[in-house]
């Protein structure tokens, strides 16, 4: 058997909170890590601290981060193509991304047509709700108005797919999802509870 670590795909951290002179660090979804200043968690440096605005390095960056917010380092992608995932307790599949250059985390949905995306984090990414084409979408909490758009690029892990459509929410959305305009372009291969997306075209 062979293990692939996993800062050989993009690394995912997550600030979770500010204690005193120490970050709260969750790398790649794990627990909450406290990481003091100048110290590094897994190839992740913190920098600095002001409030609750924490500048760490990664992958040879400085990124800041404020509370609740995300950064991914590219990681040392081995050039593979692939995106390989872990389910949660739940069953489900995270992995956390850009758009057009910007961090996002990612619910994996096959039940969504296209990526789909809240109003909080299209306005971060710099996509306008007024520009798409207007759509009523069925969600579980009843039909919500919709804007399609078109993203110039998704990169996840080593993939990056271009001109994705993408749905914009008017209202929030806890996370966004990775739905099938992304994964049609993929080969999905599921063993237990890991996930394999590899690149098709």
Known sequence: ??????TVLAQDVGLAGVMGSKAMLMINGGEPQAVPIGQALDGVKVLAIQGELVTIEIGGKKRPLRVG??????????????ITMTADVQGHFYTTGTINGTSVRFLVD?????????????????????????ALS?????????SK?????????????HNIDALIHQ?????ALLGMSFLNRMEMQRDGSTMTLKKRF
């Open 1 to 6: 058997m062979l293990f692939v670590p996993l």
């Open 69 to 82: 917010q995300h950064a991914v380092g590219a990681g040392s992608g081995d050039g593979s193509g692939k």
């Open 110 to 134: 096959t039940g969504a047509t296209m990526i789909s995306l809240g109003a909080t984090d299209a306005r971060r990414i710099g996509l306008d709700f007024n520009r798409g084409q207007k």
């Open 138 to 146: 069925n969600t579980a909490n009843g039909q919500v108005v919709v």
């Open 149 to 161: 758009v078109q993203v110039d690029t998704v990169r996840i892990g080593d993939v990056t797919l």
């Open 171 to 175: 209202n929030e959305m806890p996370i």
